[in-house]
């Protein structure tokens, strides 16, 4: 199945808040995560302080998109940032935002975001995972949802999407993992005890 069978949808659930961006597949049955997938999308939530079964079933629904994703663009990292937070529907930010240690001159100012956008994905080629993901994080295009969009950016360029791991640390933050480790997870008990 490629992208363009892939359509987004506004709500559509009972259950679903008004408004909530969501990727509608032309057949959800068919929908398969490893463990290995769902325990990084728990994982990164929980890194970003976005924890419960709302946010990491939009963590695997953004996962899920870049499965379908050949090449970056700076329109699929706008479609990512408006999986994982819908608060993001309406576009980049406009305010200024801060993480780490709190300095806002570190990202870049929201009349910049699309410039330094276009110019982090014109270099793709030219960056390594870990130098992409440091610049998508310097640029921090939304209030929110930046840290779980770059985990699978980061993942996407280093060819780890089946398996996915934490990205390096870049800027000392005591909730991400010190290293970007391969981590082998259980695999489902298939005989009969």
């Known amino acids: ?5 892939l359509s ?29 997938q769902v325990a990084f999308c728990a994982r ?7 924890v419960g079964p709302l946010g990491v079933a ?9 499965m379908y994703q050949d090449r970056i663009s700076v329109q699929f990292i706008h479609d990512l940032g408006r999986i994982v937070d819908p608060r993001n529907f309406c576009g980049w930010r406009t305010v200024g935002v801060h993480f780490g240690d709190g300095d806002t001159s570190q990202t870049s100012p929201p009349e910049a975001i699309r410039g330094h956008l276009d110019l982090l994905v014109s270099q793709v080629d030219d960056l390594t995972p870990s130098e992409f993901y440091e610049a998508f994080e310097g640029i921090h295009p939304y209030k929110d949802g930046n840290g779980r969009v770059g985990a699978i950016l ?10 996915p791991v934490s990205p390096p640390d870049a800027f000392g933050s005591e909730h991400a993992d010190a290293t970007a480790e391969r981590v082998t997870y259980p695999q489902p008990c298939t005989e009969a005890v």
């Open 1 to 5: 199945m490629t992208y363009d069978k």
């Open 8 to 36: 987004t949808g506004l709500g559509g659930h009972d259950d679903s808040p008004i408004g909530m961006p969501e990727i509608i597949l032309d057949d959800p049955t068919n929908v398969c995560f490893s463990y290995a």
């Open 44 to 50: 990164e939530c929980e890194r970003q302080r976005d």
């Open 58 to 66: 939009l963590m695997m629904q953004a996962l899920q998109r870049a």
């Open 154 to 163: 980061w993942n996407m360029l280093n060819g780890t999407l089946d398996n």
